[in-house]
């Protein structure tokens, strides 16, 4: 950035620090430096450029969105120490090859394909050292990296979203629980048999290093090729699995990285990845959705005022101050959403139509705020699964899906006020 400076003094201009840090070479710059460190510093690129994409200068999205699937590898002698701290000395003796080139990388760790003694085939995740420990100051500095060069546009309040890269990211570093929650998804899906989740090794898993059978699989964003049934099919499934973690499990996978899934042209079946980011869903969460949704179905326009105030996606103030423009927003959405057809994810003619109206709001801070922490967890899932869908350019009736969903896994208020309604009818009729 002082050498771009230099160079445009030398030329009589006076330069800005946001012209010179975004430079084409200066950008690729950053998202090679973030491929490098890794970790909490390239999961908040990967972070940004999903949650945040379309806030960005093009070219920085583009670079960011980069990092989703784009680590470097641990030299050779770094993964040996590794696995000699967790496994032994000895730990060839256990496999009857291992392959030292990594399948994967990415933030928090690479993947191996090994053979056992007994024939099975496992992918082995080896965290890479020192991430655990660097995550907090990682995360700060490219933020503050973010902040000074401009970047990251002002109005957009990265404090909510800091906070819960940190924390998802320690709850990632710890393979033991992810282990304990690929477990736990294996068994909500067992009756659904659309998805793989591959088997946990608990013999060869520890706090850093997590063995699962290998499931192979093609990227799922490469089905955009493919013919629009198919397209339609998988996106499908994935929109009524958001709908089963909200509504029925409790509990959602809340990373949607697209590196996350795959999918089996042999079988038909979607492969569920990395299972560090799944927390449970507070039941007031949960409220906040089946409210919003049940007001959004209802075609009920204050209903979704009322509902987006009430999980904190609006404030009150802003309501109060940009009434027309919340209404000339929430009509789109409805509008979108409302019709009985299904939705088109590759028509994303309105998106551009909301940002350029939220921004309006987003330029007073007394009015706009991000959401709270447990729903932009939620959101980041639903926002990532639309991007999905976007991709693949699938037509999916999510209404119907949304209408399934909440009427199969009703609220214990609704249930009570059903019992109340049915033992009324009852005493009425004699």
């Known amino acids: 950035m002082m050498a771009e400076g230099a160079r445009r003094l030398a030329t009589g201009e006076l330069p800005k620090l946001q012209d010179m840090m975004l430079t084409p ?16 510093a390239m999961k908040l690129g990967q972070m940004i450029s999903m949650d945040a994409g379309d806030l960005l200068p093009p070219e920085l999205s583009s670079l960011l969105a980069s990092l989703r699937d784009n680590a470097n590898f641990m030299p050779p002698r770094q993964l040996q120490q590794v696995l000699k701290a967790e496994w032994g000395d000895d730990w060839r003796s256990q496999f009857a090859e291992f392959q030292v080139r990594p399948i994967a990388a990415a933030s928090i760790g690479q993947v191996h394909k090994a053979v056992t003694h007994d024939g099975r085939t496992l992918a082995i995740k080896v965290q890479y050292p020192g991430v655990r420990e660097s995550i907090d100051s990682d995360v700060d500095n490219v933020a ?6 401009s970047m990251v546009p002002d109005h957009l309040d990265l404090a ?5 890269a940190k924390a998802q990211l320690h709850e990632e570093a710890d393979y033991l629980r992810e282990g304990a929650q690929m477990q736990r998804y294996a068994k909500l899906l067992a009756d659904d048999d659309r998805f793989i989740v591959p088997e946990l090794d608990e013999e060869l898993t520890s706090d850093r290093i997590i063995a699962m059978s290998y499931v192979p699989g093609v990227a799922i964003e490469s089905l955009e090729s493919e013919s629009q049934d198919l397209r339609n099919e998988v996106t499908h499934r994935v929109v009524t699995l958001v709908a089963r973690e909200l509504f029925e499990f409790g509990v959602m996978q809340t ?6 899934f795959l999918y089996q042209p042999e079988t038909g079946k979607v492969v569920l990845l990395d299972f560090g980011a799944t927390r449970e869903i507070d039941a007031d969460v949960q409220d906040s959705y089946r ?17 987006s105030v009430a999980a904190g996606f609006i404030k009150p103030l802003a309501v109060e101050r940009y009434d027309d423009s919340v209404r000339f927003m929430t009509q789109i959405i409805l509008d979108e959403f409302g019709s009985d057809g299904p939705f088109d994810f590759g028509d994303r003619g309105f998106v551009k139509v909301l940002t350029d109206e939220g921004m309006r709001i987003a330029q007073d801070r007394d009015a706009w705020h991000m959401p709270p922490v447990e729903t932009l967890f939620v959101q980041r899932k639903i926002s990532g699964t639309a991007m999905l869908g976007a991709r693949l350019k699938a037509v999916v009736p999510v ?6 969903a ?25």
């Open 25 to 40: 070479g200066n950008a690729m710059r950053l998202a090679d430096r973030l491929s490098h460190l890794r970790g909490a």
């Open 291 to 307: 409210q919003l949704l049940k007001a959004g179905l209802a075609d009920d326009m204050d209903g979704v005022i009322e509902a």
């Open 399 to 404: 209404r119907n899906i949304v209408t399934k």
């Open 160 to 164: 909510p979203m800091l906070a819960a």
């Open 144 to 149: 503050t990296l973010l902040r000074i060069s």
């Open 255 to 260: 990373d949607p990285n697209f590196a996350n």
């Open 406 to 430: 909440l009427n199969e896994n009703a609220s214990t208020k609704d249930k009570l006020v059903r019992i109340s309604s049915r033992v009324s009818a009852l005493r009425s009729n004699g």
